[in-house]
């Protein structure tokens, strides 16, 4: 067979030129644009109201093996650390047992949004046309599940190595218990995935990435070294690598639908929506994990709030498309004061139904009391002071026969759940951006807290229909719920959840919680449609 | 602690209780204001702390002199204006070994604005990429 | 001392903080279990670390089988449509989590492998290049094939890559989604390295074409790729149920189709016409085919045609896919045929006789590994006839 043209110039070539030869990443990415085709079927199974445009780009130029080889450099750095030096310094016994709570919660509930944005991210990938963006996408995908499993290994290394694995070891089981979870899955998972494709991609990049996981997963690890966790910052400063490649994600999907008619129309009600969805439970769930769960400070929560998320993500992201029609989230003034009193209220409430919960809490001492008066000026008058009776009652020790609960229902002081977020509130106590609203609809009561979710119901109650805590348990005894939903440690009797962390203190056990006769009730029995 | 505008203590964040509190409250400061700055976190590792001491405040002092970088125990805080861009080749040398713009990217823990790769640079910049500026390709 | 602490000061170094740490540590565990997800019941005898990471991480309630959670969700589509729901998919089972990689694969080993391949896929090319190899390739081959069908069969992976991402979203278990995420990534991986392939060529050999028209108009408009085209765009965006998604794109397209035109075209052809660089490429994505057969067979054999109480239920209807996917794979096969029209005839190697042969290689592992399994009756020498009325 004759030798090509083509052949005898390679020949050629070589003959002047033996050099190794291989192709970058970049080389092969700069035609990935071009992989698709037109096809009549070709449209999405997860509509949106916006058009994605076919030329969106992708900012970090990946193929999936060199996202593999980046990935893989990540993971021999971590995992590394933890099984060799942290291993050897005994590192997870040398964490204040504060904060070795505080990432019994913190680490799953992360876990929860990383593993629905696996979801999520399969579902944008579906509804993006440019293949740059869905290239974008994937690998968003697969890090989702890395980050799925990171923080599954923070939970096993604690319960390995730790000083309580109970909560560490059984977290997916236990986080249905409490007051937090249903909250927790509205922000961090059906937020993401129940939608218009590209109000999910608003949530989870926009809002939930570029905002709230700075906080969340960056400014936390500061919190966590000074409290003697170097595993944490080991692990989400590694998961948080891979976060920027998901806030470029969320700007591409505002980028791909700039130009869109429909943007003009929509863009800031889906961002206020999220925005708003987002700060509802990540604002007070952070404070109170920072402040109320860790010995060591390292600053009001409410400077992280606004370095991060009002500056930082208010100034660069937001303020920089105001060009483009973006505005400035209208709920801001209730998130702002969300994010200076919100947290307060919430661990008020935290506190006050601690057996529901899979980790232990701690009371506010008289030294943080101080601290949170300097940063918090009132908060001695409107919280302390109850912490105050409830330690002279003896909260703490389980012969008192005294949970703060009972203080609730004794001072009239009734607690609420907010249908849309899911996070409870107590109108006669919060000093935060809740107060009380009632409707009634497809003949049940629902509550409310606040304007932004009230309208989100109000225009579509059927996406929000989600039975509250109180609902389902109402007329059950607390011990008996508990042991059902496995709330108790390997003795069997023993719960999980504690109202101290002094490794003097009595744990409370099942009988402790019995002999309350503490049974469920549910507000909305006891409120009418327009009450206040 | 340094008295630049980008700094971590800069402004508001410098003031406590009361003080905090009047200026967070204030009417002016319930939208969101738009900032020509950029933000990146890096995660302290051998290399990344190369990179902060001997490219971006060595050699590269001058690239930006509105560049601020703080540590914050596990990381480094970098805020400027503008932007900031890390050539990998000439981290590369610096390291003496082999060190992609991939490479850099493990340990680059958040960025608050807009952040590509083109070859072997990283950039963050203020400016709206895909927007105002189209993002490009590698060329053959 | 205080408890606002200086900037940059760790718990774990500073000795008055850690002295103010170890006071309050206990002295002993507070519990002896530490094992977590003890609760999980095992795929072998103890558990694994694969399945500590991932098992229920899926939030729902026990509404769907096998989940941990109670009530509703809290946020739902508009309209009403639940974020996971029972009705994605025909198919039945007690237990959506009961699936695990039986390589064991949760992310980081899962990148690992691939991050050794793409190091080892640089050293290879490089020697490749500097030993000049590329001089032995056929230019008909080349030029013709590779460029255009081997470039064409990118898209074929592409499309097939795609069809993951509804999967991804809606599919009902932990241990799920991540393998086929893991699945549909290996796709694009595949198609991926065709291009990469490509631009190796376009690098040592002036005047190869680098770009995709050429291999993209062969895929949209030529004859040789029509039906499979055609079979790929209705698993990708024609089908709703993700379970017939992953069965007719992995047991059915992928296992005749997809075998036939990387083993039995490229991977034996290539060394016939002086080619050793496609082989290096097209063995990397036998090795995702096969782990991929290990994760699909035990979705749809262990977990689905063996439950308890839907498994004959659900081999009914993964037999009726087979019947309505079937005849339009063998049709893709049918059209394939044509490429022998393309290339020189060598006799033993690409003569009629030869390619029956690489049929029945394939349509016998098909009815071994994945008809017998759901008890599906297959004339395996009637369809092979079928593909051969292809033959120019």
């Known amino acids: 067979m004759a030798i090509s043209a083509a052949t005898k110039a390679a020949t050629d070539a070589l003959a002047v030129n033996h050099a190794p030869t291989s192709v970058n990443a970049q080389e092969v990415h700069r035609w990935l644009q071009s992989f ?157 995935i129940s939608g218009d494709a590209v109000e999910c991609s608003i949530n989870l990049q926009l809002v939930g990435e570029a905002c709230f996981t700075n906080p969340l997963i960056v400014a936390v690890t500061e919190w966590a070294a000074a409290n003697g966790d170097e595993i944490t910052p080991t692990v989400f400063l590694s998961i948080e690598t891979d976060e920027l490649r998901h806030m470029a994600n969320g700007y591409q999907t505002v980028v791909s639908i700039a130009n869109d008619e429909a943007a003009s129309k929509y863009l800031n009600t889906d961002l206020n929506n999220a925005f708003w969805t987002q700060q509802k439970y990540f604002t007070p769930v952070l404070g109170m994990a920072f402040e109320y769960g860790s010995h060591f400070k390292v600053e009001p929560w409410v400077k992280t709030w606004n370095r991060w998320v009002y500056e ?143 309208r989100m119901w109000l225009s579509e109650p059927e996406r929000y229909e989600c039975q509250n805590m109180f609902e389902q348990y109402e007329g059950r005894e607390l011990s008996e719920v508990i042991a059902e939903l496995h709330g108790v440690r390997s003795d069997g009797k023993t719960l999980i959840a504690q109202p101290h962390t002094s490794k003097d203190g009595k744990l409370w056990t099942l009988d402790d919680i019995k002999k309350l006769n503490c049974v469920f009730a549910d507000p909305l029995k006891s409120i009418k449609a327009g009450d206040r | 602690m340094s008295k630049s505008s980008n700094s971590y203590g800069a402004g508001i964040m410098g003031k406590t209780g009361k003080a905090f509190h009047d200026e967070y409250f204030a009417e002016e400061n319930q939208v969101v204001h738009e900032s020509n700055e950029v933000v990146l976190v890096l995660k302290k590792s051998d290399e990344i702390n190369v990179i902060v001491d001997e490219y971006l405040l060595g050699d590269h002092a001058d690239d930006n002199k509105t560049l601020v970088i703080e540590d914050r125990s596990g990381y480094w805080w970098l805020k400027a204006t503008g932007k900031i861009e890390v050539d990998c080749a000439e981290v590369a040398e610096l390291l003496g070994k082999n060190f992609s713009v991939y490479d850099f990217l493990v340990d680059v823990s958040s960025t608050i604005g807009r952040a590509y790769t083109l070859g072997d640079t990283f950039t963050i910049t203020s400016e709206l990429m895909g927007l105002d500026t189209k993002l490009k390709d590698l060329q053959s | 001392m205080g408890i606002q602490v200086e900037s940059g000061k760790r718990g774990l170094t500073d000795p008055d903080m850690a002295r103010v740490i170890a006071n309050a540590v206990p002295t002993q565990p507070l519990d002896s279990n530490n094992k977590m997800n003890y609760f999980v019941k095992p795929r072998g005898r103890r558990l694994s670390e694969y399945e500590i990471l991932c098992c229920y991480a899926q939030p729902t309630p026990d509404w769907i089988p096998g989940g941990l959670d109670w009530g509703d969700w809290t946020q739902k589509f508009h309209g009403g449509r639940p974020s996971w729901g029972n009705e994605t998919t025909e198919l039945h089972t007690t237990d959506w989590h009961k699936h695990r990689d039986p390589a064991n694969r949760w992310h980081a080993l899962y990148v690992k492998d691939k991050a050794e391949e793409w190091r080892y896929t640089d050293r290879f090319l490089k020697s490749y290049s500097a030993d000049g190899q590329v001089r032995s390739i056929d230019p008909v081959w080349r030029d013709e094939v590779l460029n255009d069908y081997l470039g064409a069969f990118c898209f074929s992976e592409y499309g097939l890559f795609n069809s993951h991402s509804s999967a991804s979203r809606d599919c009902l278990g932990d241990t799920l989604r991540m393998s086929i995420a893991m699945i549909g990534l290996d796709k694009v991986d595949n198609a991926q390295m065709i291009q990469l392939e490509r631009t190796f060529l376009a690098k040592l050999v002036p005047g190869f074409p680098e770009s995709t028209d050429e291999p993209k108009k062969e895929w949209t408009q030529g004859a040789i790729y029509k039906s499979a085209r055609e079979t790929v765009e209705d698993i990708w965006q024609a089908t709703y149920d993700w379970n017939e998604i992953l069965w007719s794109g992995h047991m059915v397209y992928d296992p005749l189709f997809g075998q036939f035109v990387r083993r039995e075209f490229f991977l034996r052809l290539s060394s016939y016409f002086g080619d050793n660089l496609t082989p290096f490429f097209i063995n990397q994505m036998q090795l995702y085919h096969s782990q991929t057969k290990g994760i699909t067979g035990d979705m749809f054999f262990h977990c689905l045609a063996d439950d308890v109480e839907f498994g004959d239920y659900n081999k009914r209807i993964l037999r009726a896919w087979n019947d309505k996917w079937l005849p339009r794979t063998v049709n893709a096969l049918k059209d394939f045929m044509g490429i022998f029209a393309k290339i020189p005839e060598i006799k033993g190697v690409t003569d009629k006789p030869a390619v029956e042969a690489a049929l029945e290689r394939v349509f016998n592992d098909w009815k071994r590994d994945y008809a017998d399994p759901i008890s599906y009756k297959v004339d395996t020498a009637a369809l092979i006839k079928t593909v051969l009325s292809g033959l120019k």
């Open chain 1, 312 to 454: 930082d993500w208010g100034g660069i992201w937001i303020g920089r498309l105001g060009k483009y029609g973006v505005e400035s989230p209208a709920s801001l003034r209730d998130a702002k004061k969300d994010a200076y009193w919100a947290h307060h209220d919430l661990f008020l409430l935290a506190y006050a139904l601690w057996p529901t919960g899979f980790f232990r809490l701690t009371l506010p001492t008289a030294e943080e009391a101080e601290w949170f008066e300097a940063n918090y000026p009132g908060w001695q008058e409107n919280y302390g002071k109850i912490y105050d009776e409830w330690r002279a009652r003896g909260c703490e020790d389980p012969n008192s026969g005294f949970i703060p609960l009972m203080w609730f229902i004794e001072n009239n002081h009734p607690i609420y759940i907010d249908r849309v977020s899911q996070v409870p509130f107590c109108p006669s106590l919060c000093k935060g951006a809740s107060t009380l609203r009632v409707h009634e609809w497809n003949g049940k009561m629902h509550s409310f807290s606040d304007d932004w979710g009230e």
């Open chain 1, 36 to 192: 698709t085709w037109d096809f009549e079927k070709n449209r999405t199974k997860y509509p949106t109201k916006y058009k994605m445009a076919n030329d969106t780009k992708e900012q970090f130029k990946l193929i999936a093996k060199e996202y593999a080889r980046m990935e893989s450099v990540k993971d021999e750095r971590q995992f590394g650390s933890l099984q060799d030096v942290l291993a050897r310094v005994d590192a997870a016994k040398r964490v204040h047992p504060k904060w070795n709570e505080t990432m019994k919660v913190v680490s799953n509930f992360l876990e929860v949004g990383e593993y629905n944005a696996i979801a999520a991210t399969g579902m944008l990938w579906d509804s993006a046309t440019a293949p740059e963006q869905k290239n974008g996408y994937l690998a968003q995908t697969l890090d989702e599940i890395r980050h799925t499993n990171q923080c599954g290994y923070v939970n096993y290394y604690f319960a390995k190595n730790g000083q309580d694995p109970a909560g560490h070891n059984d977290a997916r089981r236990t986080r249905t218990i409490g007051p937090l979870w249903k909250g927790m899955k509205r922000v961090f998972s059906d937020g993401f």
